[in-house]
């Protein structure tokens, strides 16, 4: 039984064929089409600003047209189950016993239902179908667009009746509390907040936010999937949140203004280096350095300057293989391709690392020739077949209107 959240790709996420295919495995939604709703909610890429939202840094997602929808009809008994469109896998669970976590993509829909219930949230039992055509384990965040997509379906009022930010923190609340990843608050504020046509910068500590627009006229953005998935519950995420901890509480020892590593300047590393040990050290250089690059992407995006754009992405590409260790060989290889082909303004990992997808600033002339070379290069360097996405910014997650 997988933990990720279900996947089917190719996937027709289109409102006909998801009510056709809930009506196939649900009498009551065959019986009565008329009470099928359906909620979407995106996944996202995150442009820069890697490892930072759980240090209170700045971030800059983008929520993008891969994602996951659920097709439901609404009950007053108390159980939900669902049915995974791409294996047909049935799951359910009591929203007056959620119990614990069963090691099953389920678990990303009752930790939502347990954390709803923990803010108050009213709620009603559904039987639903769960379609999606994000890659799952590709750092594309299809957890955070289970989670928000599970709200949306769970809550009694329309996205909880509470805002979307707020319907994010409860997501987060229940990967870190019930699923157990210690996540920071990016991938479910994209999920929950993302603009159409711009991507949104988060400050993590304050949890301001606003959109940045994007040279979508002359550029577009595309993902490359390495094809080497990944999984935070057993890779080092954890592991490097915990580092980073470490270091803020080490330096705030002596320092009580620093409360975590976006309290850290550029001037405060060399002492930094003298509390820690180098790989503790690296980890907090490559926090600190990064926030100050989401700032100045912002400000190059501002002024059009996508050389300068270019130079911040490798430069956080580096430092995320240097200093935070997270950059497999097949991260590389992509940003290394994407570099030999005209028309790529910037290319850089994106989401925790240790496999998954690179982020692209593409001339839209030029999509067909970057998808070309890493056709043929990128297999015969890494084994692996890769997979080639040019994606669209849009809005956060909410019910499908049809027309």
Do not use: K
């Amino acid at each position: 039984m997988s933990t990720r959240p279900p996947a089917a790709e190719p996937a027709d996420l289109a409102p006909g064929a998801m009510r056709a295919a809930l009506a196939a495995v649900e009498p009551r939604a065959a019986a009565d089409p008329g009470t099928i709703r359906i909620v979407r909610a995106p996944g996202r890429v995150n442009l820069i600003g890697e490892h930072t939202d759980y240090n209170l840094g700045f971030v800059l997602p983008a929520a993008i047209d891969l994602e996951i929808r659920i097709a439901f009809v609404p009950t007053d008994d108390g159980r939900v189950e669902l049915v995974s469109g791409a294996t047909g896998e049935r799951a359910r669970f009591d929203l007056n016993t959620i119990g614990q976590r069963r090691g099953s993509w389920i678990d990303y829909v009752a930790g939502t239902a347990w954390a709803l219930a923990e803010a108050g949230v009213a709620m009603r039992g559904l039987r639903g179908i769960i379609v999606s055509s994000l890659p799952t384990a590709s750092g594309l965040s299809s957890s955070a667009a289970l989670e928000l997509a599970s709200a949306w379906a769970l809550a009694d009022a329309p996205g909880g009746d509470v805002a979307p930010l707020a319907l994010a923190r409860i997501c987060q609340r229940a990967e870190n509390g019930y699923v157990g990843v210690n996540c920071g608050l990016m991938d479910q504020f994209a999920s929950a907040c993302g603009v159409a046509g711009a991507s949104v910068l988060l400050d993590c500590r304050s949890l301001d936010f606003r959109s940045v627009a994007l040279p979508l006229v002359t550029h577009t953005l595309v993902v490359i999937h390495t094809g080497s998935t990944r999984s935070l519950t057993t890779s080092q995420y954890n592991v490097r949140r915990a580092q980073c901890e470490a270091a803020a509480a080490a330096l705030g020892a002596e320092n009580p203004g620093v409360q975590s590593l976006r309290d850290v300047t550029p001037a405060m590393l060399p002492r930094m280096r003298d509390l820690v040990g180098d790989d503790v050290f690296r980890r907090s250089r490559h926090i600190v350095t990064e926030n100050g690059r989401v700032v100045e992407t912002i400000d190059a995006l501002a002024a059009g300057d996508l050389a300068a754009v270019g130079r911040l992405w490798a430069a956080s590409h580096a430092s995320l293989r240097d200093d935070f260790e997270v950059v497999s060989p097949e991260l590389d290889a992509l940003v290394e391709i994407a570099a030999t082909v005209p028309g790529v303004a910037a290319a850089r990992m994106t989401g925790a690392g240790f496999g998954g997808c690179t982020i692209n600033l593409v001339e839209r002339g030029a999509v067909d020739a970057l998808t070309d070379r890493v056709m043929a290069d990128y297999p015969g360097r890494t084994g692996l077949m890769p997979r080639v996405y040019a994606v669209d910014a849009v809005a956060g997650a909410g019910f499908v209107t049809e027309g």
